[in-house]
């Protein structure tokens, strides 16, 4: 009877675990999808430029880009795959890109990479 016990606490445990861990990604998803519904609904434009590409593992890099509204500054974060521009500049750093904001939250925004836009990896739920 103990082993039986200890079975089902394990399991339990198991159990608790599977759903917190369900519980942050349901979170992350949720979040992120209300981000880009307030960009799309109080959208405005802006150019900004990347400042950094550098990988988060083999296959997955990290690129970042500032942009300004008026007298204030701002960084936005985006996953990729790897990729070069024209001149030969990994992730395009320091090329300047469109970036779309929200006016009620400027720190809420997107950057539009145009014709590389397909090497992005974070899912946009709302354009």
């Known amino acids: 009877m103990n082993i039986l016990n200890k079975f089902k606490e394990e399991r339990f ?15 992350g998803i949720c979040r992120q999808y209300f981000m880009q519904k307030n ?7 802006t150019i900004g430029k990347v400042i950094d590409f550098e ?6 890099y990290s ?12 960084q936005g974060e985006i996953g990729v ?12 750093v320091g090329q300047e890109f469109p970036v779309y904001y929200s006016s009620e939250n400027p720190q ?3 950057i539009d ?14 354009k």
């Not at 990988?55 to 997955?60: A, G, K």
């Not at 942009?67 to 500054?73: A, R």
């Open 13 to 27: 445990r198991v159990k608790v675990i599977l759903g917190i861990l369900g519980l942050i990604i349901l979170v």
């Open 39 to 45: 960009i799309s609904e109080h959208k405005e434009e």
């Open 55 to 60: 990988s988060i593992n083999m296959r997955r």
């Open 63 to 74: 690129l970042k880009y500032e942009y300004s509204i008026g007298d204030n500054q701002y």
């Open 81 to 92: 795959s790897y990729f070069e521009c024209d001149n030969g500049k990994k992730g395009c």
């Open 108 to 110: 809420y925004s997107r």
């Open 113 to 126: 990479l145009g014709k590389y836009e397909k090497y992005k990896t974070t899912v946009e739920f709302v």
